[in-house]
Every structure is written in C-alpha cells, then in structure tokens.
T-cell receptor, first 115, second 116 residues
Framework: AQTVTQSQPEMSVQEAETVTLSCTYD???????LFWYKQPPSRQMILVIR????KQQNATENRFSVNFQKAAKSFSLKISDSQLGDAAMYFC????????????WGAGTKLIIKP | GAGVSQSPSNKVTEKGKDVELRCDPI?????LYWYRQSLGQGLEFLIY????????KSGLPSDRFSAERTGGSVSTLTIQRTQQEDSAVYLC??????????????FGPGTRLTVT
C-alpha cells in the first residue's frame, strides 16, 4: 500500500527567509504524481505545486520549488522569500497515474511565519 | 470560472439523525472525489465518481455512508444514523477536462459536520 510521511508536524521561519518542508512516500509503482497542497485557516485546500514522477526536472512555481528524489522516494517543498500569507498547513499527497487519481495524504506540516 | 462549491458550510446534528452533504463540481469536470478530514485521522479518501458511476467506494467507513452523483454533476454524500466519530470536515474535489490537468484536483471549501 502507498503511504506518505511528513515528519515535521510544525515548522517556523522568519519572514523573507527560506524554509524546506519534508515529505517521503512509499510505493512500488513507477508512474505516479506528487503534490503539495496548502490549507489556510479558511479550510480551502489549494494546490501549490505538482510533480510527475516520469519527469526528472524539479517543478517550480514562482517562490515554490520541489526537490524530487525518485530513488529515495523523497519530495520536499522549498518556499523562498517567505511571506505572512504563506502561513498554513501544508500537505504532501500522492496519486497513481491511472484513471482513479485518488489522493493519499501525509499528516501535514503547520508552517508559522514570524514577522 | 466558478470553483467547487459545497453546502452547507457547517452542519450541527444530533447523534442518530441523517445528514446530506452536497457538492457542486467545476462545470465539465468528469471526476469527483469525497475526502474526510478529521483531527485524529488526517485526510482520508471516501469515494470517487467518474461520471455518475462510482468505481471506487473503498474508502467509505461503514454502510451508514452512501453517495450518489446525478447528471454527471452534483453529488450528495449521505450519512445515516450519525455517530460522534463522524464529526469532521468533509471535502469534495473535482478534476477532468477543461480547467487544469485530469489529475489535478480542485477542492471546495468543505462542510464541517458536528455530531452532538
């Protein structure tokens, strides 16, 4: 069975600094997708960034980038120039590359931004 | 365009009552997912629809839970004889042709269910 592990229940970072959130996963599949979602107190789950397992190049979206290490089954999220609006729960998620893209979730990391 | 909407936003019910939670997906999205987010359990998959059929109901926790989707659009999650352990936020997501990639799920704001 596939599992996703986020080992950091909480992280804090100074505004404008860089922070890295960790995620590891376990799967025997070769074709899958990985995601980072952000959930602010409003409860709305927002997609931050995605990575297709077949792509070697790490995904980037503005201040957000990932370090995808397929052999190590690691998928960390780096947030550069942290802003107060980045404060939220961050969830790492995995889905298979077939017709049912159900997400398997990590437990989440609470990110605190210090002004 | 409009995102995924869910209603009600919050629902308080007495133990033993039935509740219905509604999800309106993004127009044109063929896939619809229900997840449950509870304090002790994190996020868990409940059920998946492709069109009106549900090929994967593996996550439904008991036979008190059921879901349907009509017209390839609106979905209703029904919980019968609610128990206190059903208290959670129920999230709906959709994906498919049109907005985003088929494997990118767009989420609604969730329904917070409290069973007293």
């Amino acid at each position: 069975a596939q599992t996703v592990t986020q080992s950091q229940p909480e992280m804090s970072v100074q505004e404008a600094e860089t922070v890295t959130l960790s995620c590891t996963y376990d799967t025997s599949e070769s074709d899958y997708y990985l995601f980072w979602y952000k959930q602010p107190p409003s409860r709305q789950m927002i997609l931050v960034i995605r990575q297709e397992a077949y792509k070697q190049q790490n995904a980037t979206e503005n201040r957000f980038s990932v370090n995808f290490q397929k052999a190590a089954k690691s998928f960390s999220l780096k947030i550069s120039d942290s802003q107060l609006g980045d404060a939220a729960m961050y969830f790492c998620a995995y889905s298979l590359g077939d017709s049912n893209y159900q997400l398997i979730w990590g437990a989440g990391t609470k990110l605190i931004i210090k002004p | 365009g409009a995102g995924v909407s869910q209603s009600p936003s919050n629902k308080v019910t007495e133990k033993g009552k039935d509740v219905e939670l509604r999800c309106d997906p993004i127009s044109g999205h063929t896939a619809l997912y229900w997840y449950r987010q509870s304090l002790g359990q994190g996020l868990e998959f409940l059920i998946y629809f492709q069109g009106n059929s549900a090929p994967d109901k593996s996550g439904l926790p008991s036979d008190r839970f059921s879901a349907e989707r009509t017209g390839g659009s609106v979905s209703t999650l029904t919980i019968q004889r609610t128990q206190q352990e059903d208290s959670a936020v129920y999230l709906c997501a959709s994906s498919g042709p049109g907005q985003g990639s088929p494997y990118e799920q767009y989420f609604g704001p969730g329904t917070r269910l409290t069973v007293t």
